[in-house]
C-alpha cells in the first residue's frame, strides 16, 4: 500500500505541472515566431506553410488552455483538501491573477532548471541583460496576451508592489527592454528549499506558545473574551474583513502569552514589530520605512504569522512629535492592507481604534482584550506555584503578606523568585523570609522618575518621637494598611465603595516635627520603597505638561505599590482661586487631575504641609488620615535629645538633656542639626562631645532661624 502524499511530494508535482505548462509556452512561442518568419514568404507553398502553422498555432493554444485550467483546479482542490503548496499560498494571499501568474513562472524558470535560462536567452535573440536577470522582451513571446506584459512589470502592479518581481535598473518597460528577475527570497520559497525571513531591520522575535487558552491561568472573563475572538473572528468571519486586537495590561510577558495562545487556536504564530525600530529608523523618510515594511507584510503572509505591534505609544504617545504619528498612521494602514490579523500590545486604544474606523478599502474590526492587576487572591496563588516550582515552602503568613503588599504581576514574581535564587548563592544563611522581602522591596523601586527621587532610612516605628494621639494614630494608620487586601478584595468593599483601595493620608503640622521621617517610617514598616515627589519639577507653566508629568509618575509607580510622598501640598490644593482668565482655570484643571490620580491610586500617597489652613476644606475629605504632627513639648524634645546621638559616639559627663528640652523650644529636625554640628566641633577639638559643643551650635541654630540665643538662659536657677 502507498503513503499518501505530503506537503513536499504535493510540491514537487505541482512544480512539475508547472514546468509542462512552461515548455509548451516555449513551444507555442517557437511556433509563434516561425509563423511570423514564414508570414513574410511568398508563393503557393509558404501559403500552405502559413495554413498548417496557423493550424498548429490554435492546437497548442488549446492545449495550453487544457493545461491551464488543469492547474488551476490542482490548486483549488489543494485549497479545499488543505494541503500546503507555496506557489498556491503566494498566488492566494496576493490575489495574483493568470498573467501575473505567468510572469512569476517564467522568472521562476531558470530556479527549476538552468537549460530554461539559454532557452529564454534565445527567444529573446540574444538580447543583453546583466548577469543573473532575464530578458523582458522574452514576455512578449510567452504570454497569452503578451500586450499586456508590461502593465504586470509597473509600480502598482502586485508583483512589484510586493517585490515578487525586480527589475533590473536600465530597463524599460513600455519597450519590454532591459532585464527582470524574482525576489532571492520568493524563488527559495515557491521551491520548497527555504521560507522568507520575517525582518524589518532586524529580524523579529517569535512569540513562542507556552500555553493553550485553557492552560493559561486566567480570569474567566478574559478567558471566555479570548475564545470568543477565535470563535467569531477566525476561519467562518468574512474573508474581505481585517481584526485589530488591542491587548493591554500591566504583565507585557503575559498579554504575548495570551496573544501566542489565542492564535495557536487559530493555528497561526506571532511574531513582534518593535515599534522603537520605527522610530530609530524614522530618519529614512516614510517611503522607505513602509517599503520595508510592505516586504515584511509579504513575509509575514507566506509564513503564516501574526504581527505584534509592540512599543508603538513611542510613535503615537503624548511625547511623539507630528511627524511619529504620521510615520505610525502610514504603518498601521499598510499592515491592514495585507493583514487579516494585526495585535497592538498596550497601545493608545483610542487612537487605533480611529484608525480601524477610518480604514476604508475593507471593514477593519477593533477588539480590545483587558488584563487587570491580578488580586491579592491571584498573587498569593502565583506566589504559592512559583514557590513550588523553585523548590521552595512558603508559609502563609508569609504568601499573605507578600500578596497583600506587592502589586507584582506574574512576570514580576517569577522575576523576584529567580533573584531570591540568585542571592541565596551569596547570602544563604540569612533567614529566607527576610531575604525574600528584601529582594520584593528592590524589585518595587527599580524603576527610575523624572519627578521623584527614593527616599532611603532605616528610621522604624519605634525611632519616632511622637505624641501618643499622634502614634495612635499612625499604628492605626499601618494596620490599615496591612489589612487593605483582607477588607477591600476578601471582604468585597471594592464593589461597595469606589476607590477603597485607595490610601491617601495628609500630615500636618510645623517643620521638622517628623512628617517626613513618619513617611519613611511607613514604608520601612511595610517593606515598601518611599519616593519624595518634587512639586517644582511637576509643576509646569506650559498646559497639559503637568498632567503628563503626574500621569507618568503614577503610571509607574502602580506596579511597584510604591508610597508616594509630596512636601508642600499647599501648593497644589490651596484654596481654588476664582477663575479670572485662563491660568486660573488651568491651575484648578492642575489641582482636580492630581486629586483623580490620587484617588485611583491603589497604592499609598503621603501628602504634607506646614500650613493647614491654606488648603481648601474641599479636599479634605478625600484623605482617609488626616494626622497632626504638633510642635514637640518638653517631655517629646527630652526624647529627641536622647535619640539624636548614635550609640557610638562619645559623651561628655556634662551634658543635660532635660536642660536642653527646657529651654531650646525646637523641633526634632532642628536638635538633629544642633547634634551633627556638636559632634563636628568636638571631633575638631579632639575631645568627647560636651554641653559646651551643643549650646554653641544651639547659637548656630538660632541664627538660621532668626532667634535671639541668651546663653544665661541655658542653666538653672534657684527656683528651678
Same mark, same amino acid.
Given at each position: ?6 506537503? $513536499? ?53 488549446? *492545449? ?25 499560498h503566494l498566488v492566494q494571499m496576493l490575489s495574483l491573477g493568470p498573467l501575473e501568474q505567468q510572469v512569476m513562472l517564467v522568472a521562476l524558470l531558470p530556479d527549476l532548471d538552468d537549460a530554461y535560462r539559454g532557452m529564454l536567452a534565445e527567444l529573446a535573440e540574444g538580447e543583453r541583460v546583466a548577469e543573473g536577470w532575464l530578458p523582458l522582451s522574452a514576455l512578449s513571446y ?63 522575535? *517569535?512569540?513562542? &506558545? ?60 506571532? $511574531? ?5 525600530q520605527l522610530v530609530v529608523h524614522a530618519g529614512d523618510g516614510r517611503a522607505a520605512v513602509l517599503e520595508r515594511v510592505r516586504l515584511l507584510c509579504r513575509n509575514a503572509m507566506l509564513c503564516n504569522r501574526v504581527l505584534v505591534l509592540t512599543q508603538c505609544q513611542r510613535l503615537s504617545g503624548d511625547a511623539a512629535d507630528e511627524e511619529s504619528r504620521a510615520l505610525f498612521a ?17 497601545? &493608545? ?102 519627578? $521623584? ?87 509646569? /507653566? ?5 498632567? /503628563? ?74 484623605? /482617609? ?24 559616639? &562619645? ?44 549650646? /554653641? ?24
Open positions: 500500500m502507498s503513503l499518501p502524499p505530503g506537503p $513536499a511530494d504535493d510540491n514537487a508535482v505541482f512544480l512539475e505541472g508547472l514546468c509542462r505548462y512552461a515548455d509548451l509556452l516555449i513551444d507555442r512561442a517557437v511556433s509563434r515566431r516561425e509563423a511570423a518568419a514564414a508570414a513574410a514568404a511568398t508563393g503557393h507553398l509558404a501559403v500552405r506553410q502559413r495554413v498548417l502553422r496557423e493550424q498548429f498555432s490554435m492546437a497548442m493554444d488549446v *492545449e495550453v488552455t487544457a493545461l491551464w485550467e488543469a492547474l488551476q483546479a490542482t490548486m483549488e482542490d489543494l485549497l479545499d483538501s488543505d494541503r500546503f503548496v507555496p506557489w498556491v510567452l504570454l497569452d496576451d503578451p500586450s499586456q506584459a508590461h502593465t504586470v512589470l509597473l509600480a502598482d502592479n502586485a508583483l512589484r508592489r510586493w517585490n515578487v518581481l525586480e527589475r533590473e535598473p536600465r530597463s524599460d518597460v513600455s519597450r519590454l527592454r532591459g532585464g527582470f528577475r524574482l525576489d532571492v527570497a520568493l524563488s527559495g520559497y515557491l521551491c520548497a528549499r527555504a521560507v522568507p525571513q520575517l525582518q524589518l531591520y532586524e529580524t523579529l522575535r *517569535e512569540l513562542d &506558545p507556552v500555553a493553550s487558552l485553557d492552560e493559561l491561568s486566567l480570569e474567566p472573563a478574559v478567558r471566555e473574551q479570548a475564545q470568543r475572538f477565535v470563535d467569531r473572528c477566525g476561519g467562518d468571519a468574512p474573508e474581505d474583513m481585517s481584526f485589530v486586537l488591542q491587548l493591554q495590561g500591566p504583565d507585557g510577558h503575559a498579554l504575548e502569552q495570551l496573544c501566542s495562545a489565542i492564535f495557536l487556536s487559530m493555528r497561526m504564530a506571532c $511574531a513582534e514589530l518593535d515599534g522603537a502610514a504603518v498601521f494602514d499598510t499592515l491592514l492592507e495585507s493583514q487579516r490579523y494585526v495585535v497592538a500590545i498596550n497601545a &493608545p486604544s483610542r487612537l487605533v481604534s480611529e484608525r480601524a474606523h477610518r480604514y476604508t478599502a475593507h471593514p477593519v474590526v477593533p477588539v480590545l482584550i483587558q488584563l487587570a492587576m491580578p488580586t491579592a487572591a491571584g498573587r498569593r496563588r502565583t506566589w504559592e506555584q512559583g514557590a513550588t516550582r523553585h523548590g521552595l515552602s512558603l508559609p502563609d503568613d508569609l504568601l499573605d503578606r507578600l500578596a497583600g503588599t506587592y502589586l507584582f504581576t506574574e512576570t514580576q514574581i517569577e522575576s523576584a523568585l529567580k533573584e531570591l535564587e540568585s542571592r541565596r548563592l551569596l547570602d544563604g544563611d540569612a533567614p529566607l523570609n527576610r531575604l525574600l522581602l528584601d529582594v520584593c522591596r528592590d524589585a518595587s523601586v527599580s524603576e527610575q522618575f523624572s519627578v $521623584a527621587e527614593e527616599v532611603k532610612t532605616r528610621y522604624r516605628l519605634e525611632d519616632i518621637v511622637l505624641p501618643a494621639t499622634t502614634r495612635a494614630w499612625l499604628e492605626e494608620l499601618l494596620q490599615y494598611a496591612r489589612n487593605r487586601h483582607q477588607v477591600v478584595e476578601q471582604w468585597g468593599f471594592d464593589g461597595h465603595q469606589a476607590n477603597s483601595r485607595n490610601l491617601c493620608v495628609l500630615f500636618y503640622g510645623p517643620s521638622g516635627t517628623g512628617k517626613t521621617m513618619a513617611a519613611s517610617v511607613i514604608a520601612n514598616e511595610l517593606n515598601l520603597g518611599l519616593y519624595r515627589v518634587d512639586l517644582s519639577s511637576v509643576l509646569s /507653566k506650559y498646559i497639559g505638561e503637568t498632567e /503628563k508629568h503626574l500621569a507618568q509618575l503614577f503610571d509607574q509607580a502602580e506596579s511597584g505599590n510604591l508610597v508616594l510622598c509630596f512636601d508642600e501640598a499647599e501648593s497644589l490644593f490651596a484654596k481654588r482661586t476664582e477663575m479670572h482668565d485662563a491660568h486660573d482655570r488651568y491651575a484648578n484643571l492642575q489641582t482636580g487631575y492630581l486629586l483623580q490620580r490620587i484617588e485611583t491610586y491603589p497604592g499609598i500617597v503621603v501628602l504634607s504641609t506646614n500650613l493647614l489652613g491654606n488648603i481648601d476644606k474641599a479636599f479634605t475629605r478625600r484623605f /482617609k488620615f488626616i494626622i497632626e504632627y504638633p510642635f514637640p513639648a518638653a517631655a517629646q524634645r527630652r526624647e529627641l535629645w536622647r535619640k539624636a546621638f548614635p550609640a557610638d559616639a &562619645p559623651l561628655a559627663d556634662d551634658i543635660d538633656l532635660d536642660l536642653l528640652a527646657e529651654r531650646a523650644p525646637l523641633s526634632g529636625g532642628n536638635i538633629g542639626n544642633i547634634v551633627l554640628r556638636a559632634a563636628f566641633y568636638a571631633a575638631g577639638e579632639g575631645h568627647a562631645i560636651g554641653m559646651a559643643d551643643l549650646l /554653641k551650635a544651639v547659637e548656630r541654630e538660632y541664627d538660621k532661624l532668626g532667634k535671639v540665643f541668651a546663653p544665661g538662659e541655658f542653666s538653672w536657677g534657684e527656683d528651678d
